[in-house]
């Protein structure tokens, strides 16, 4: 059993920076790929990153790859999602979720899921 909880999310301006956190619950949380997903209004949730159990590999979509970063420490129990160059499409409720397989993009292979933080990016 793994739980999560996402922080960091909040109101920025177009172009500015935010850095979301996913703190995780459990022991076995280094053995999760774990990824980053967001929901906007009206809209499916869908994939934005994603990295492996061993911060080896890195995936994005391709809406953000160049902008945001995601990343893990193990140690901490927590993954990260730094925002740069914010738009105003960014804007929605971000999910971490933990993976125990290799099927990276397919939301359906997460099992664990946090509450959601809101990023606002306003123009």
């Known amino acids: 059993q793994v739980q999560l909880v996402e922080s960091g999310g909040g109101l920025v301006q177009a172009g500015g920076s935010l850095r979301l956190s996913c703190a995780a619950s459990?022991?076995?949380?280094?053995?999760?790929?774990m990824g980053w997903f967001r929901q906007a209004p009206g809209k499916e949730r869908e994939f934005v990153a994603a990295?492996?159990?061993?911060?080896?590999?890195?995936y994005y979509a391709d809406s953000v790859k160049g902008r945001f970063t995601i990343s893990r420490d193990n140690a901490k129990n927590t993954v990260y999602l730094q925002m740069n160059s914010l738009k105003p499409e960014d804007t929605a409720v971000y999910y971490c979720?933990?993976?125990?397989?290799?099927?990276?993009?397919?939301?359906?292979?997460?099992?664990?899921w946090g509450q959601g933080t809101q990023v606002t990016v306003s123009s």
């Open positions: 979720a933990a993976n125990p397989t290799g099927w990276i993009y397919d939301l359906r292979k997460y099992d664990y």
């Open positions: 459990g022991r076995t949380f280094s053995s999760y790929n």
């Open positions: 990295i492996s159990w061993s911060g080896g590999r890195t």
